[in-house]
């Protein structure tokens, strides 16, 4: 499994390519999810900006989802404890910041921080998640 900062390394490297918010959380666990790059950047593209730009749920948020899913996903009739996984890692990132909805996250408020920042905290999350 690679280690934080080198999660954290290529999602700095894949934002600075142009890579969204949501695609550098993502694209940084294949080695839970699977995909090569390019499939994985195709997954996750969509979610950036918010779910298409639409400032609704955190792009970085959506990639954790995911990434959880792809990890504890059984069957439908088990979808219960997926989403409590789920709500987990989101639950932490909304302690830590406040909120999971992308317009009220890039609000101008006094905590605001920059989206690397976002994309930092939640590979920071979903590691310390894996390693548990």
Do not use: W
């Not at 142009?18 to 390019?38: L, T």
Request: hydrophobic content about 35%.
């Amino acid at each position: 499994m690679p280690t934080l900062e080198e999660r954290h390394e290529r999602a700095r490297a894949l934002r600075a390519q142009g890579f969204n918010c949501s695609q550098c959380v993502y694209m940084v666990f294949d080695d839970v999810h699977g995909f090569d790059q390019a499939t994985a950047a195709r997954v996750s593209a969509a979610l950036g900006g918010g779910v298409g730009g639409q400032h609704q749920v955190c792009g970085t948020v959506s990639a954790m989802s995911l990434v959880v899913g792809s990890l504890r996903y059984e069957e439908p009739a088990k979808k219960a404890s997926l989403y409590k996984e789920v709500q987990r890692v989101c639950g932490e990132f909304r302690s830590e910041n406040g909120s999971i909805v992308c317009a009220e996250l890039l609000a101008d408020r006094p905590n605001r921080k920059p989206c690397m920042q976002y994309i930092l905290e939640s590979i920071a999350i979903l590691d310390s998640y894996l390693r548990e």
